[in-house]
């Protein structure tokens, strides 16, 4: 059974910082490409940062470039997002996205979420 669990979620001050962690377990972790995604109330979920399964490849929304940074360790099952200079406009639910695409099988699994809030 496929598990996501995030962390790190609040509410913080504009100009701050919060440390976003999503423990994977049920799965074999190096496997997967990791995704953060976040929705605001009355928008659509986007995503916000990728890296991939093997070589670590990171990519970012443009919204958050040289603010966030994504890290994963294998080793430990965890994917990292570190929000720095946060603004309000990034106060939204952020989730934890595990895809993969082995030999022709998608396996696409969501963490429940976590809630940030940056006030101004």
């Known amino acids: 059974q496929v598990q996501l669990v995030e962390s790190g979620g609040g509410l913080v001050q504009a100009g701050g910082s919060l440390r976003l962690s999503c423990a994977a377990s049920?799965?074999?972790?190096?496997?997967?490409?990791m995704r953060w995604y976040r929705q605001a109330p009355g928008k659509e979920r986007e995503l916000v940062a990728a890296i991939t399964s093997v070589r670590g490849s990171t990519t970012y929304a443009d919204s958050v470039k040289d603010r966030f940074t994504i890290s994963r360790d294998n080793a430990k099952n965890t994917v990292i997002l570190q929000m720095n200079s946060l603004k309000p406009e990034d106060t939204a639910v952020y989730y934890c996205?595990?895809?993969?695409?082995?030999?022709?099988?998608?396996?696409?699994?969501w963490g429940q979420g976590t809630q940030v809030t940056v006030s101004s």
């Open positions: 049920g799965i074999t972790f190096s496997y997967y490409d």
């Open positions: 996205n595990a895809f993969t695409l082995r030999f022709g099988v998608k396996r696409d699994s």
